[in-house]
């Protein structure tokens, strides 16, 4: 079982107050990296999310949040919390997610930022006097919490994922229900429980429940004291909750799946397209929604750079994240080792080369969650790999001739999350990115999201956008005031 000072309550937090599931039931928290338990945390259902909402919204009822000076204090007290704490809390992360501990820690800066950020931009939350006077009235526009607002996030980025929903939930003076994956709830308590320790937040500020998913869900999407939803998930839940939503008429942020082309041109720096391929690729053991899925490169250096990106592939360390120098950690669960295994399967009965890793024959996730990282030529866009994401340390490379093939290719998926460009001539890559149809595109770099950019997707990939300026708007209300006094 896991120790830690971060998780003297391993518990769901409502109203201030640490609290156990009514029912008494509990789920176990497993470390991916060798099956042991970690801890069992409450299930939790409709009663317990009920009461989360509720203290929200009293908070609303009554004075209301503080003002903007207080808001930016509490973010960068949290921001200064996390920095803090950043081995402590990416030790948790690593137990339970698998990433490597020093990866883990870079998730925890990473959350940091988005603290910091909304913390300097917080004044955008100040309302505006139009310029231009209208039927003898003055104008303002004010910016108001939209309400109690419902978080949920996946396992793949424990810390990561909240940050970048809650910091602007706060800034906006939206108090939070937040409801994380039942495989990675640790990190997220050890929050909790910084928070609790170091910032001054108001008893229904923060309210942190867990266990069921339809039930806790459900009860989010039903309440009209719950305004807005921001979700990261897949698409098939996504699209749930739209339906969901309808009664209410709920405003969404949703984040969804994504199969994200990496596309190499003929003019590009190899080495620096291989070296970024790898790092994007391989962060969480490619459990990652904007990592590269489907490689495109032009035909005349298809070789070249395969045999650059294998030999670095081979080079990769993969073991338990909390071993020193370990690149590459353990797969979530058996499913997610099971999918990778499925599509390898599938490409090399349909004609695909094995260049890199293990034969999946030699593979088995009732042995362990250990995938090696693996690459395969000779793909075709039939595969599962280029028709699905596959969500795990998996590289096929397609070869393409023409530019127009390249976006053709690239665009060949209803998903518009995140795409690669890699080339010299850059009028010729922008040409190319202007017409892909997903909402991040990494022009010679893999780099992801960063908290001052506007992030989300395209098509099937959500509605809605994280970070930046256009992240605050997420959870607010404009409300346009005529003065004609």
Same mark, same amino acid.
Not at 239 to 247: A, C, M, N, P, Y
């Given at each position: 079982?896991?120790?830690?000072?971060?998780?003297?309550?391993?518990?769901?937090?409502?109203?201030?107050?640490?609290?156990?599931?009514?029912?008494?039931?509990?789920?176990?928290?497993?470390?991916?990296?060798?099956?042991?338990?970690?801890?069992?945390?409450?299930?939790?259902?409709?009663?317990?999310?009920?009461?989360?909402?509720?203290?929200?919204?009293?908070?609303?009822?009554?004075?209301?949040?503080?003002?903007?000076?207080?808001?930016?204090?509490?973010?960068?007290?949290?921001?200064?919390?996390?920095? =803090?704490?950043?081995?402590?809390?990416?030790?948790?992360?690593?137990?339970?997610?698998?990433?490597?501990?020093?990866?883990?820690?870079?998730?925890?800066?990473?959350?940091?930022?988005?603290?910091?950020?909304?913390?300097?931009?917080?004044?955008?939350?100040?309302?505006?006097?139009?310029?231009?006077?209208?039927?003898?009235?003055?104008?303002?526009?004010?910016?108001?919490?939209?309400?109690?607002?419902?978080?949920?996030?996946?396992?793949?980025?424990?810390?990561?994922?909240?940050?970048?929903?809650?910091?602007?939930?706060?800034?906006?003076?939206?108090?939070?229900?937040?409801?994380?994956?039942?495989?990675?709830?640790?990190?997220?308590?050890?929050?909790?429980?910084?928070?609790?320790?170091?910032?001054?937040?108001?008893?229904?500020?923060?309210?942190?429940?867990?266990?069921?998913?339809?039930?806790?869900?459900?009860?989010?999407?039903?309440?009209?004291?719950?305004?807005?939803?921001?979700?990261?998930?897949?698409?098939?839940?996504?699209?749930?909750?739209?339906?969901?939503?309808? =009664?209410?008429?709920?405003?969404?942020?949703?984040?969804?799946?994504?199969?994200?082309?990496?596309?190499?041109?003929?003019?590009?720096?190899?080495?620096?397209?291989?070296?970024?391929?790898?790092?994007?690729?391989?962060?969480?053991?490619?459990?990652?929604?904007?990592?590269?899925?489907?490689?495109?490169?032009?035909?005349?250096?298809?070789?070249?750079?395969?045999?650059?990106?294998?030999?670095?592939?081979?080079?990769?360390?993969?073991?338990?994240?909390?071993?020193?120098?370990?690149?590459?950690?353990?797969?979530?669960?058996?499913?997610?080792?099971?999918?990778?295994?499925?599509?390898?399967?599938?490409?090399?009965?349909?004609?695909?080369?094995?260049?890199?890793?293990?034969?999946?024959?030699?593979?088995?996730?009732?042995?362990?969650?250990?995938?090696?990282?693996?690459?395969?030529?000779?793909?075709?866009?039939?595969?599962?790999?280029?028709?699905?994401?596959?969500?795990?340390?998996?590289?096929?490379?397609?070869?393409?001739?023409?530019?127009?093939?390249?976006?053709?290719?690239?665009?060949?998926?209803?998903?518009?999350?995140?795409?690669?460009?890699?080339?010299? =001539?850059?009028?010729?890559?922008?040409?190319?990115?202007?017409?892909?149809?997903?909402?991040?595109?990494?022009?010679?770099?893999?780099?992801?999201?960063?908290?001052?950019?506007?992030?989300?997707?395209?098509?099937?990939?959500?509605?809605?956008?994280?970070?930046?300026?256009?992240?605050?708007?997420?959870?607010?209300?404009?409300?346009?005031?005529?003065?004609?006094?």
């Amino acid at each position: 079982m896991i120790e830690s000072y971060l998780l003297k309550n391993i518990s769901g937090y409502i109203d201030g107050q640490w609290v156990e599931a009514d029912s008494g039931k509990t789920v176990e928290v497993y470390n991916p990296a060798n099956g042991k338990t970690l801890a069992n945390i409450p299930f939790m259902a409709a009663d317990e999310t009920k009461r989360a909402i509720a203290a929200g919204q009293s908070l609303l009822d009554s004075d209301g949040v503080p003002d903007l000076e207080t808001r930016r204090e509490w973010l960068e007290d949290i921001r200064d919390a996390l920095i =803090d704490e950043k081995e402590e809390i990416g030790r948790i992360l690593c137990l339970e997610h698998g990433k490597p501990w020093k990866e883990a820690q870079g998730e925890v800066e990473y959350a940091a930022s988005f603290f910091d950020y909304f913390a300097k931009i917080i004044d955008e939350m100040k309302p505006e006097t139009l310029p231009e006077k209208a039927k003898d009235c003055s104008w303002t526009v004010h910016k108001r919490a939209i309400g109690v607002a419902g978080l949920i996030t996946p396992w793949n980025f424990p810390i990561g994922m909240i940050a970048k929903k809650v910091a602007p939930a706060l800034a906006a003076g939206c108090p939070v229900v937040i409801k994380p994956a039942t495989e990675t709830p640790l990190t997220m308590i050890a929050m909790f429980q910084i928070m609790h320790d170091r910032v001054d937040l108001p008893k229904g500020m923060i309210n942190l429940v867990m266990g069921s998913s339809k039930d806790i869900g459900g009860e989010l999407m039903s309440s009209p004291d719950v305004p807005m939803i921001s979700f990261t998930g897949s698409t098939g839940v996504g699209q749930l909750l739209v339906e969901q939503s309808k =009664d209410w008429v709920k405003k969404l942020g949703l984040e969804l799946g994504g199969n994200a082309p990496f596309i190499v041109l003929d003019d590009a720096d190899l080495d620096s397209a291989a070296d970024n391929l790898i790092a994007n690729k391989f962060r969480g053991a490619g459990q990652t929604c904007v990592c590269a899925n489907r490689i495109y490169v032009q035909k005349s250096i298809y070789e070249a750079f395969t045999d650059k990106i294998v030999e670095k592939v081979k080079a990769l360390r993969v073991g338990d994240g909390m071993d020193e120098d370990v690149d590459v950690g353990p797969l979530i669960n058996k499913a997610g080792f099971d999918k990778v295994h499925d599509h390898v399967k599938d490409a090399l009965s349909k004609g695909a080369k094995l260049v890199a890793g293990k034969h999946p024959d030699e593979l088995d996730s009732n042995k362990n969650l250990f995938y090696t990282p693996t690459v395969i030529t000779d793909v075709t866009q039939d595969m599962k790999c280029c028709t699905d994401e596959t969500f795990g340390p998996l590289l096929p490379i397609i070869s393409f001739d023409t530019d127009e093939e390249a976006v053709k290719l690239g665009n060949h998926t209803e998903f518009g999350l995140a795409a690669y460009v890699f080339g010299k =001539d850059e009028k010729r890559a922008h040409k190319l990115i202007a017409k892909l149809h997903f909402g991040h595109c990494g022009y010679n770099t893999g780099t992801g999201p960063a908290a001052h950019a506007p992030f989300g997707g395209m098509l099937q990939s959500g509605v809605g956008r994280e970070g930046g300026v256009d992240g605050l708007m997420e959870y607010v209300e404009l409300q346009t005031v005529p003065d004609g006094s």
